[in-house]
């Protein structure tokens, strides 16, 4: 980057340590600290939600999977509405009669304090795993556009999200949300018209549309009832209803949002523009990576967004990448002149051409992909290098440094949040309960400030450690999907079912995450050859019996919760309070 972007960046990156710090001093009081004194307005509580969502995830993640495959995806986030809607019914009304700090302190009263530990011990697990992914996910654009190794990249990403979590608590992390949202949506927007604008003008919108279309990389709806498969209208409609139902009114990081407003009125607004807002954002981003195909198909792209780095390291390799550097130059040509053909005339024939050559393009690209994972020995994509290549070699000087901002601000506005969501369930449901209410409010809030800090430094390590993957929002579902499920059945269980017990609550929790585990392992064992996990005394041909998709893994710990709950319940009706 320039001198210029540098000075953007680092001037954004100064603002935000002080916007987020300078109101460290009022927290006098753990509620302070932790729920900024339940004064919060809605519509800051309502881009605060946003922003934890819609991380720098949703900026590499979400463009790459648009760009690689279609725009499927955001069927995923179809139930949002429907999800936000019985949240507003429901839990909202309970957590504000209850005043609570935590999700998870409000099971003790009916479940005992086993049940409140165990669940909210899930959540310490789950978020602290998907914390280290958050973190590690800019760190791809930064070591690529500030050409820096990523380990100090990461290092960047983590200390600053800390620092200024860590001095300026649930007040801090609100405020700087609200202007990181703002950024973020900047930079989208900004992306999506520069590429609108350099387009061919034979093209324009239409053409690009026309061409995409002609790809079905338009295709946003699947209506197809089919368990393995990641993306279609029933799993975006029932599978995620039951994912995003827990993690907006289960999942401490998102209930500590609306916690901080002052009524039940504003709680639910502050839940409702995420309902009216998600889904088309989301399409919207989905759309800029289809624009960022087709932009591609008229401007120089590698056949690797990674770069052709490791080089090949024997004779036959050699030979391998030079052919395949060939054929993808003649294929990337090709494409081009039978795209402008194809839009230019508008039948069948040329359509089908270009349809064609872009096959014969992909071809190569895949075969680049497969020699580098070759080389590495291990598997290889670029899924999530797509959307930095386009800003490192197609955004003005001035903008780059912006832009870059904007995914800082969406790693900031997800890390901060987590963060102060870990202490204050580490604080309240743990310390604080097993140690008693001994202590001065300002022992806690120095407490929590200190369990911040480990936090922070927790998730830090475990980003360095972590590998790459194939795309970063996957993995951050795929890992709530294990967990997300069974604790939304316990929150049924409370809510719902008058003579669900402790004991039968907690056994529940357990039978439903073992289920989940144990479903699927033994799908993912049958759809990669070996059945004697579900048919020892049978031969089944391989690939008859298909993965089922994670975002079904959230139905299935939901109901075996609920119905071993309610049996476990109903022979041991005695109520336990431990």
């Not at 579900?534 to 109901?559: C, H, M, Q, R």
């Amino acid at each position: 980057m320039s001198w210029i972007d540098w000075s953007v960046l680092i001037a954004f990156l100064a603002y935000t340590i002080w916007d987020g710090t300078r109101r460290g001093k009022d927290s006098s009081t753990i509620e302070d600290y932790l729920l900024a004194n339940r004064s919060m307005p809605w519509w800051a509580a309502g881009l605060s939600v946003m922003a934890t969502q819609a991380s720098a995830i949703t900026f590499i993640g979400t463009t790459g999977i648009a760009y690689v495959e279609d725009m499927r995806f955001v069927q995923t986030y179809l139930a949002i509405p429907f999800a936000m809607i019985f949240i507003c019914m429901f839990l909202v009304p309970f957590f504000n009669r209850m005043q609570n700090f935590t999700a998870y302190e409000v099971l003790e009263e009916r479940f005992g304090l086993k049940t409140r530990l165990v669940t909210s011990g899930l959540f310490l697990i789950s978020r602290g795993l998907a914390l280290g992914v958050v973190i590690a996910a800019p760190s791809y654009v930064l070591a690529l556009l500030l050409g820096l190794p990523l380990n100090i990249t990461i290092l960047i990403i983590g200390v600053i999200a800390t620092f200024y979590t860590t001095v300026g608590g649930i007040a801090g992390v609100i405020t700087t949300d609200v202007k990181q949202m703002i950024i973020m949506m900047f930079g989208l927007v900004f992306c999506f018209f520069l590429i609108w604008t350099n387009l061919p003008e034979e093209v324009g919108f239409d053409g690009a549309l026309y061409l995409a279309g002609s790809l079905d990389k338009l295709t946003a709806l699947d209506l197809n009832f089919d368990l393995t498969e990641k993306y279609n209208v029933w799993s975006g409609l029932i599978a995620a209803f039951f994912l995003m139902v827990s993690y907006f009114g289960t999942d401490q990081t998102q209930v500590q949002r609306y916690l901080t407003t002052d009524s039940v009125k504003n709680a639910r607004k502050s839940l409702l523009m995420t309902a009216y807002a998600k889904v088309p954002m989301q399409f919207f981003i989905l759309l800029l990576g289809v624009m960022l195909y087709i932009f591609f198909i008229f401007n120089s792209a590698p056949a690797s967004f990674r770069g052709t780095e490791p080089v090949a390291q024997t004779d036959q390799q050699q030979i391998a990448e030079q052919k395949i550097l060939k054929d993808y130059e003649i294929a990337h040509l090709s494409r081009k002149e039978a795209a402008l053909e194809a839009v230019q005339k508008r039948d069948a024939q040329t359509q089908q051409l270009f349809v064609e050559s872009d096959a014969a393009m992909n071809e190569a690209r895949d075969a680049e992909l497969a020699l580098q994972a070759e080389i590495r020995q291990a598997d290889v994509n670029d899924t999530n290098y797509i959307f930095p290549y386009f800003i490192l070699n197609h955004v003005p000087i001035g903008i780059i440094g912006l832009i870059v901002a904007g995914i800082f601000a969406a790693a900031l506005s997800s890390i901060d949040s987590e963060l102060n969501a870990l202490t204050t369930v580490s604080i309240v449901d743990w310390y604080q309960r097993l140690k008693g209410d001994l202590h001065t409010e300002a022992h806690y809030v120095k407490s929590s400030r200190g369990v911040t800090f480990f936090w922070g430094a927790l998730a830090t390590v475990s980003a360095l450690l972590m590998g790459e993957t194939r795309s970063i929002i996957e993995l951050v579902n795929q890992i709530g999907s294990y967990f997300y499920g069974s604790i939304l059945g316990v929150f049924i269980l409370l809510l719902w079912v008058k003579r669900a017990t402790g004991t039968g609550a907690l056994t529940g929790l357990i039978c439903g995450m073992l289920s989940v585990f144990a479903f699927d392992r033994l799908f993912y064992n049958a759809a990669s050859g070996d059945h004697s996990f579900i048919f020892p005394w049978s031969t089944i041909p391989d690939g008859y019996i298909k993965a089922i998709e994670f975002l079904w893994l959230n139905p299935v710990g939901t109901f075996m919760v609920v119905i071993v709950g309610i049996g476990v319940s109903l022979i041991w009706p005695r109520r336990t309070n431990s």
